[in-house]
């Protein structure tokens, strides 16, 4: 007589699967343990790497801080050559060093800018406008300044249309920056001195509509007057 065939349950066939499961990746595991070893190895690296690379940068950045709030007491006296080379006999390393060895950390590309500044000031508009062009960093105003820094060689080079699109790019970078209404009419007054007129008059007039109180604002009447 046939006995009559059990039935498996649900549970046993869940449970039969996992033993499956369980043996194949055993032996999956035996097969290649020495490659799962040696990528966890390689990715134990790229992780304390990682964690090194962030560290490190971070570091740099408070020595590129440290270092730049010792430079600048030069940089404000109008001391630009000895903020550009450093000090002798002190611990101010100047403006030039520090990019040189902290140029990708935040406050490194914040030296840029005041190195990029120093040279203007020194007439020395070719070692300026690389810094200016070299900025790179996250900060609005400072990116503004290199912007407008940029339209400052071009306009004096006599490449006034070039000067008065960066200018207005400077503007509009953030609406927040105080220098807003100096890059506006700086844009005006080479759109004006290239015969745009249009595009001058409605700059001025922006001025004189947002920016009533500003230096600017109280200049811009003059300016408005050539094209009216």
Same mark, same amino acid.
Not at 17 to 32: Q, R
Not at 104 to 113: D, M
Not at 121 to 135: S, V
């Given at each position: 007589?046939? @006995?009559? $065939?059990?039935?498996?349950?649900?549970?046993?066939?869940?449970?039969?699967?996992?033993?499956?499961?369980?043996?194949?990746?055993?032996?999956?595991?035996?097969?290649?343990?020495?490659?799962?070893?040696?990528?966890?190895?390689?990715?134990?690296?790229?992780?304390?790497?990682?964690?090194?690379?962030?560290?490190?940068?971070?570091?740099?950045?408070?020595?590129?801080?440290?270092?730049?709030?010792?430079?600048?007491?030069?940089?404000?006296?109008?001391?630009?050559?000895?903020?550009?080379?450093?000090? @002798?006999?002190?611990?101010?390393?100047?403006?030039?060093?520090?990019?040189?060895?902290?140029?990708?950390?935040?406050?490194?590309?914040?030296?840029?800018?005041?190195?990029?500044?120093?040279?203007?000031?020194?007439?020395? @508009?070719?070692?300026?406008?690389?810094?200016?062009?070299?900025?790179?960093?996250?900060?609005?105003?400072?990116?503004?300044?290199?912007?407008?820094?940029?339209?400052?060689?071009?306009?004096?080079?006599?490449?006034?249309?070039?000067?008065?699109?960066?200018?207005?790019?400077?503007?509009?970078?953030?609406?927040?920056?105080?220098?807003?209404?100096?890059?506006?009419?700086?844009?005006?007054?080479?759109?004006?001195?290239?015969?745009?007129?249009?595009?001058? $008059?409605?700059?001025?007039?922006?001025?004189?509509?947002?920016?009533?109180?500003?230096?600017?604002?109280?200049?811009?009447?003059?300016?408005?007057?050539?094209?009216?």
């Amino acid at each position: 007589m046939l @006995q009559k $065939k059990k039935k498996i349950s649900k549970k046993e066939m869940k449970e039969d699967k996992l033993v499956t499961f369980v043996n194949k990746s055993a032996k999956f595991f035996d097969e290649y343990k020495n490659k799962v070893f040696t990528y966890g190895a390689i990715l134990v690296v790229a992780i304390a790497a990682v964690y090194f690379y962030i560290n490190q940068k971070n570091e740099d950045n408070l020595a590129a801080g440290t270092e730049l709030s010792r430079v600048l007491t030069l940089y404000e006296q109008g001391s630009y050559l000895e903020a550009i080379e450093g000090k @002798q006999g002190t611990n101010i390393i100047g403006l030039k060093r520090i990019v040189e060895e902290y140029g990708s950390t935040e406050n490194g590309e914040t030296a840029k800018i005041y190195l990029a500044n120093a040279y203007s000031f020194l007439g020395n @508009q070719e070692e300026a406008i690389k810094y200016y062009e070299d900025y790179n960093g996250n900060i609005d105003y400072l990116k503004a300044a290199a912007l407008a820094g940029r339209a400052g060689y071009y306009a004096s080079s006599g490449e006034y249309e070039k000067a008065a699109d960066l200018y207005l790019s400077a503007a509009k970078i953030s609406k927040l920056n105080v220098e807003n209404p100096n890059y506006l009419l700086n844009a005006g007054i080479y759109y004006l001195q290239i015969g745009s007129k249009e595009e001058a $008059k409605e700059l001025f007039n922006e001025i004189k509509d947002d920016y009533t109180t500003s230096l600017a604002g109280r200049e811009v009447n003059k300016y408005l007057a050539q094209i009216q």
